[in-house]
């Protein structure tokens, strides 16, 4: 380890202290900015000098926070230390700042096992960077267009990233999704294909919230015997390419906080990775997810001023569909009040045209009310007019949203709220902490 490395972990300390001290955010990115400005070797730099840290990174379109949250918190309840980019920052800065913040001035790390979640695209980049242990990808889905495109480029960078690591990585490939099976076919490695058991196969007819359902082989369109949801299922090709030889579980969601057809994927592929690379029991990993509290935003709920507030991050049409499939299953939403928050910024995506990919005709009326405010409320709004809803709409300031939506609410009342990335974290910000009147 370089001079240059222990001078950047020293000023990213002193970033980090000065970013607390005067309260301007999380401190979770900025540090590792600066680290990898100077050297865009920083985070190989630190994982050599720590040969001992077993690396399991997780990546995905949707449920990476949650899976990555999981495996953390099993693991810690089983006493091994365990570090990770707590704040979700998933990409390379926000791992470099994760490792600064951490290690101690020499660049030596007081762990034995890192759990990071990764952004779909820098995923490629951190490969360059460590010799993971082991990866879990969870699924592909158009997400951001702008920043991303579609679902093939991000496949190529994967490929291309996952082309050049060491064959003794264990990886776990959601065997459900027709793209990622494929990646497994493609690359050297021990792999565990993950899916769900075939009464979770209910959907038969191929609905238009899908992004993979051509062959990745000879490009033919795939016959399906069973979908979960979106393009996963039970897949094959009449050129031979089928689903096969994927590893599952018999998991009863009502039992745990996390709940849609969406989370036993991830519940699935935590169980497997957990049980095979460190030896803990299905029975122990089954104890403390019946102990989980959903993490920030992922069906969060939050009590604010005796009202009651359940968080659904939805930032992509498969992500909304999923949001609204599980409200209308887990509450009676004729009697509740619903909150649509779209925002356009960086993180959230500049095109959010994807909106007309969701279906929103699945509310059919079953809500008391629809707000609607963020950034583009007036494209959402819209939207929600030709799904046939009547909406209230409030403003593209979301304390003066809130302020106007609290108006509507009585005591106890529930709102089911649908937010966009950066809308998630402004409205957690003023539920859990910022002064209302």
Not at 149 to 164: A, C, M, S, Y
Not at 277 to 303: A, D
Request: aromatic content about 12%; some cysteine; hydrophobic content about 40%.
């Amino acid at each position: 380890m370089t001079l240059k490395d222990k001078a950047l972990i020293l000023i990213g300390k002193l970033a980090i202290f000065i970013i607390n001290f005067f309260q301007l955010g999380s401190a979770s990115t900025w540090p590792g900015n600066i680290a990898l400005f100077f050297n865009n070797n920083f985070i190989r730099n630190i994982v050599l000098k720590n040969p001992k840290i077993k690396i399991n990174l997780v990546t995905g379109t949707n449920g990476k926070t949650t899976t990555t949250s999981l495996i953390v918190y099993i693991l810690k309840e089983n006493n091994y230390k365990v570090l990770n980019n707590s704040e979700g920052a998933n990409l390379l800065n926000g791992i470099a700042s994760s490792l600064i913040k951490h290690c101690k001035l020499n660049g030596l790390l007081d762990f034995n096992n890192a759990v990071f979640e990764v952004d779909e695209n820098s995923f490629h980049l951190m490969l360059e960077q460590v010799n993971p242990y082991s990866i879990i990808i969870l699924n592909l889905f158009r997400d951001q267009l702008d920043r991303y495109g579609e679902t093939d480029i991000i496949f190529n960078k994967w490929l291309q990233g996952l082309k050049k690591i060491d064959s003794k990585c264990n990886i776990y490939l959601n065997g459900d999704d027709p793209q990622i099976y494929y990646l497994g076919q493609k690359i050297k490695a021990k792999i565990t294909y993950f899916g769900l058991t075939n009464k979770f196969f209910i959907k038969k007819n191929i609905e238009h919230d899908v992004d993979s359902i051509y062959c990745p082989v000879c490009k033919s369109k795939l016959i399906y015997k069973g979908i979960t949801y979106s393009h996963l299922g039970d897949y094959y090709c009449k050129c031979g390419f089928k689903r096969m030889k994927v590893e599952n579980l018999e998991i009863d969601e009502k039992k745990y906080k996390i709940q849609g057809i969406f989370s036993l994927y991830n519940i699935t592929a935590l169980y497997l990775l957990l049980n095979n690379l460190y030896s803990i029991s299905q029975q122990n990993i089954n104890k403390y997810l019946t102990q989980f509290e959903p993490v920030f935003g992922r069906q969060e709920q939050i009590k604010f001023l005796d009202r009651y507030f359940y968080i659904f991050l939805s930032k992509n049409p498969v992500g909304l569909n999923q949001s609204i499939n599980l409200s209308l299953k887990k509450f009676n939403l004729k009697k509740e009040n619903i909150w649509f928050i779209l925002n356009d910024r960086i993180p959230d995506g500049k095109d959010i045209s994807w909106i007309w990919d969701a279906d929103i005709e699945k509310l059919n009326n079953n809500y008391k009310r629809i707000f609607v405010s963020g950034d583009r409320l007036y494209d959402m709004a819209i939207r929600l007019k030709y799904a046939g809803c009547s909406i209230n709409l409030c403003s593209n300031n979301l304390y003066k949203s809130l302020k106007i939506i609290m108006k509507k609410l009585k005591i106890n009342e529930k709102i089911i709220v649908f937010p966009t990335y950066t809308s998630m974290l402004e409205l957690r910000k003023i539920l859990k902490g910022k002064k209302f009147e």
